[in-house]
């Protein structure tokens, strides 16, 4: 009896999950494959690919497989350094978006039950708005002419610095990766937050632990997997971003994304673009994995 | 001087009196019980000795001071929480070693007095477990030992057993009696479950809407009940409407409406024509089949309503001729099957004259 309904509830179990798994996996599986060999082959003499058989009566150009396009990137130290430059900005982002989304997470979590609501939709209402219009947004906010620009330029001038160009710089692409990815580390602090026990802060207090202790003790450690999920979800999607560097960045700001980007809108060079790409998520997944790796003891067994 | 001094304390939560004007003395060594229904006051007297709450006016006082601007972490008390509050990303070993870190104890000593904490719990091997693994007896004794490491002046317990199922709950109770002998430490233990604190004490405060109604030794609160609250809250008991006939320096002579004449045992402050209710606790109630074979002197005929069989007893409620019922406690001693007096079955309840008391309106 207990085995047939443990067999139908397996089934059942399938049957729900099945479909978005396989969905998951068709679509991040297949494209990745194709990418792959997408990587592999030659760029089409007007862009696009060029075909793997040579055709009949062709004189020149390159046909079949190859791994020239990453010989190509591991020749070149740019692509390591724009690489490298890519991770520092993710991980700036990162941290600058932690220091400010913990304080909010905890605010929200301590907050009277009826208001907790309210001030988690007011952290996703910029959401409503066109991503790309809150980014030109800031190119308004930063640029010379912007009242703030003209007070930051007042106050280093009083201390007799010269005056700075806010937009088009490296300053400029962080504030903007900061505000687009700030609710997606706020969210899942929260959600980890306000799971906590009081209890055990009272427990804690109660055993002889002052603020910080009780903070840095019981707290901190208890919201490392909401401060871990939260880390990737920003991590991960900066490190693609193109469009906040194209907007608020300078010249000298081209990070992964925008030469991805290029290499497929601009350069028209699919293989290395592909290149480019896998190159990237085998960086995150290592990443992400080693990050898994780091936080295992720190791990809380369930229940 | 007492250990733990509530000195008219009093705390309000609007138009809320949580604590009225309760003042209790806690000796050295004791194992003190607040007990009472849940909104009786006992969890807010209990926050503000920890130190979480203050009270509105009164004082408390720890050997002798004030402990009104000493926050909860300053206080030499320590709690054990009725959800246990385990640290749940802590072994037991650290969650025992968390009072003693605070406190900025040498890891050496750190060491050996965990080791000493988790064998006075009988949790000798657990130290490195994290607290899901364990049962709810053994979180329970890591609470204990938790709360005991650091050699608190006073450990509070917030009905620490309320969450344990009866079995276990008679085990750690016992344990938890050995614990405290063994420490010396100073128990302060909240719950409303009055067998557990008849079980426990050594004195017991009865509370009830923020007042204490009684505070004594768990047999006098039991035998001596001081007001219908306190009778009723603390065991089983009949209760019958009567008058004083005649307060004698020996005795009191009853009138119970519809009944007659019942002697019981003489009380302070009781003078003739006072009214009130008789109370008798069910197992001073004998039960017989004729009145003939009675000899005490409180005797009346009555019928039986129905019985509550429990194993090692049976409780019968009787019925006498002005109506009023009145429990009869049989204890099922005889070998065999017990016989038993069924429903509707005529006999005759009798008490001691020394059994029973009268408590005034």
């Given at each position: 009896m207990i085995k047939g309904d443990n067999k139908a509830n397996r089934i059942a179990k399938w049957l729900v999950s099945g479909p978005p798994l396989l969905f998951l996996l068709v679509f991040f599986v297949a494209p990745s494959l194709i990418m792959l060999f997408t990587s592999l082959r030659f760029p089409g003499e007007f862009g696009g690919l060029a075909p793997i058989a040579a055709p009949a009566g062709a004189v020149h150009g390159e046909y079949g497989l190859t791994l020239e396009t990453y010989q190509f990137f591991f020749s070149d130290i740019l692509y390591a350094e724009i690489f490298l430059k890519s991770f520092?900005?993710?991980?700036?982002?990162?941290?600058?978006?932690?220091?400010?989304?913990?304080?909010?997470?905890?605010?929200?979590?301590?907050?009277?039950?009826?208001?907790?609501?309210?001030?988690?939709?007011?952290?996703?209402?910029?959401?409503?708005?066109?991503?790309?219009?809150?980014?030109?947004?800031?190119?308004?906010?930063?640029?010379?002419?912007?009242?703030?620009?003209?007070?930051?330029?007042?106050?280093?001038?009083?201390?007799?610095v010269a005056p700075v160009t806010l937009l088009f710089s490296s300053f400029a692409v962080l504030v903007g990766m900061v505000y687009v990815h700030l609710p997606f580390m706020v969210l899942p602090l929260y959600t980890n937050l306000e799971k906590h026990d009081p209890a055990l802060l009272d427990a804690a207090q109660d055993l002889g632990a002052n603020a910080w202790q009780r903070f840095w003790r019981v707290t901190w450690p208890l919201s490392l997997p909401g401060v871990f999920s939260g880390s990737a979800l920003v991590?991960?999607?900066?490190?693609?971003?193109?469009?906040?560097?194209?907007?608020?960045?300078?010249?000298?700001?081209?990070?992964?994304?925008?030469?991805?980007?290029?290499?497929?809108?601009?350069?028209?060079?699919?293989?290395?673009?592909?290149?480019?790409?896998?190159?990237?998520?085998?960086?995150?997944?290592?990443?992400?994995?080693?990050?898994?790796?780091?936080?295992?003891?720190?791990a809380i067994p369930e229940k | 001087m007492a250990l733990l001094e509530i000195r008219n304390v009093t705390r309000c939560f609007g138009d809320f009196t949580a604590v009225d004007n309760v003042s209790i003395s806690i000796e050295a060594g004791e194992f003190?019980?607040?007990?009472?229904?849940?909104?009786?006051?006992?969890?807010?007297?209990?926050?503000?000795?920890?130190?979480?709450?203050?009270?509105?006016?009164?004082?408390?006082?720890?050997?002798?001071?004030?402990?009104?601007?000493?926050?909860?972490?300053?206080?030499?008390?320590?709690?054990?929480?009725?959800?246990?509050?385990?640290?749940?990303?802590?072994?037991?070993?650290?969650?025992?070693?968390?009072?003693?870190?605070?406190?900025?104890?040498?890891?050496?000593?750190?060491?050996?007095?965990?080791?000493?904490?988790?064998?006075?719990?009988?949790?000798?091997?657990?130290?490195?477990?994290?607290?899901?693994?364990?049962?709810?007896?053994?979180?329970?004794?890591?609470?204990f030992a938790r709360g005991l490491v650091n050699r608190p002046r006073l450990l509070l317990l917030d009905e620490p057993l309320g969450a344990l199922d009866a079995k276990l709950r008679e085990e750690m109770q016992i344990e938890l009696i050995n614990l405290q002998k063994e420490r010396g430490v100073t128990f302060v233990f909240i719950t409303h479950a009055q067998n557990e604190a008849l079980a426990l004490s050594h004195r017991i405060a009865v509370m009830n809407q923020g007042k204490v109604e009684q505070l004594d030794e768990p047999s006098r609160i039991y035998g001596f009940p001081r007001n219908r609250f306190v009778a009723d809250f603390i065991g089983k008991i009949s209760i019958m409407n009567a008058q004083v006939l005649e307060a004698a320096p020996a005795h009191l002579k009853l009138s119970v409406a519809g009944l007659g004449e019942v002697t019981s045992p003489t009380k302070e402050n009781v003078k003739m024509g006072d009214t009130g209710v008789l109370a008798i606790r069910p197992e001073q109630v004998r039960i017989s089949h004729h009145a003939e074979e009675v000899e005490l002197k409180n005797h009346f005929i009555g019928k039986v309503q129905g019985f509550l069989y429990v194993g090692d007893v049976t409780t019968y409620i009787v019925e006498l001729p002005n109506g009023a019922r009145i429990e009869a406690l049989l204890p099922n001693s005889a070998p065999g099957r017990a016989k038993f007096f069924e429903a509707g079955d005529p006999v005759a309840v009798s008490w001691r004259h020394d059994a029973g008391t009268f408590l005034n309106d």
């Amino acid at each position: 009896m207990i085995k047939g309904d443990n067999k139908a509830n397996r089934i059942a179990k399938w049957l729900v999950s099945g479909p978005p798994l396989l969905f998951l996996l068709v679509f991040f599986v297949a494209p990745s494959l194709i990418m792959l060999f997408t990587s592999l082959r030659f760029p089409g003499e007007f862009g696009g690919l060029a075909p793997i058989a040579a055709p009949a009566g062709a004189v020149h150009g390159e046909y079949g497989l190859t791994l020239e396009t990453y010989q190509f990137f591991f020749s070149d130290i740019l692509y390591a350094e724009i690489f490298l430059k890519s991770f520092a900005v993710a991980a700036a982002s990162t941290l600058i978006c932690l220091i400010m989304a913990y304080p909010l997470a905890l605010l929200i979590a301590r907050s009277e039950k009826r208001f907790r609501n309210l001030m988690v939709l007011l952290v996703v209402l910029p959401f409503a708005s066109n991503f790309l219009i809150r980014i030109y947004a800031w190119m308004i906010i930063l640029g010379p002419e912007s009242v703030f620009s003209h007070f930051i330029n007042a106050v280093l001038g009083a201390f007799g610095v010269a005056p700075v160009t806010l937009l088009f710089s490296s300053f400029a692409v962080l504030v903007g990766m900061v505000y687009v990815h700030l609710p997606f580390m706020v969210l899942p602090l929260y959600t980890n937050l306000e799971k906590h026990d009081p209890a055990l802060l009272d427990a804690a207090q109660d055993l002889g632990a002052n603020a910080w202790q009780r903070f840095w003790r019981v707290t901190w450690p208890l919201s490392l997997p909401g401060v871990f999920s939260g880390s990737a979800l920003v991590f991960i999607p900066v490190l693609g971003m193109f469009a906040v560097p194209d907007i608020l960045g300078g010249t000298g700001d081209i990070l992964i994304g925008n030469l991805i980007k290029d290499q497929f809108l601009g350069t028209r060079d699919w293989p290395f673009g592909s290149t480019l790409s896998i190159m990237l998520t085998l960086a995150v997944l290592a990443i992400t994995g080693l990050a898994a790796w780091l936080a295992r003891p720190a791990a809380i067994p369930e229940k | 001087m007492a250990l733990l001094e509530i000195r008219n304390v009093t705390r309000c939560f609007g138009d809320f009196t949580a604590v009225d004007n309760v003042s209790i003395s806690i000796e050295a060594g004791e194992f003190f019980t607040l007990l009472g229904p849940s909104g009786c006051g006992k969890t807010t007297l209990l926050r503000m000795i920890a130190g979480f709450d203050l009270p509105d006016a009164g004082q408390i006082l720890l050997d002798g001071k004030d402990m009104f601007g000493t926050p909860p972490e300053k206080r030499p008390i320590h709690t054990v929480f009725q959800s246990y509050a385990l640290f749940p990303h802590m072994t037991v070993a650290d969650n025992i070693a968390f009072p003693l870190k605070m406190a900025g104890t040498t890891p050496d000593e750190i060491s050996s007095r965990v080791r000493e904490a988790l064998d006075d719990v009988r949790l000798a091997n657990f130290g490195n477990r994290f607290p899901q693994e364990l049962s709810g007896g053994q979180k329970q004794r890591v609470a204990f030992a938790r709360g005991l490491v650091n050699r608190p002046r006073l450990l509070l317990l917030d009905e620490p057993l309320g969450a344990l199922d009866a079995k276990l709950r008679e085990e750690m109770q016992i344990e938890l009696i050995n614990l405290q002998k063994e420490r010396g430490v100073t128990f302060v233990f909240i719950t409303h479950a009055q067998n557990e604190a008849l079980a426990l004490s050594h004195r017991i405060a009865v509370m009830n809407q923020g007042k204490v109604e009684q505070l004594d030794e768990p047999s006098r609160i039991y035998g001596f009940p001081r007001n219908r609250f306190v009778a009723d809250f603390i065991g089983k008991i009949s209760i019958m409407n009567a008058q004083v006939l005649e307060a004698a320096p020996a005795h009191l002579k009853l009138s119970v409406a519809g009944l007659g004449e019942v002697t019981s045992p003489t009380k302070e402050n009781v003078k003739m024509g006072d009214t009130g209710v008789l109370a008798i606790r069910p197992e001073q109630v004998r039960i017989s089949h004729h009145a003939e074979e009675v000899e005490l002197k409180n005797h009346f005929i009555g019928k039986v309503q129905g019985f509550l069989y429990v194993g090692d007893v049976t409780t019968y409620i009787v019925e006498l001729p002005n109506g009023a019922r009145i429990e009869a406690l049989l204890p099922n001693s005889a070998p065999g099957r017990a016989k038993f007096f069924e429903a509707g079955d005529p006999v005759a309840v009798s008490w001691r004259h020394d059994a029973g008391t009268f408590l005034n309106d």
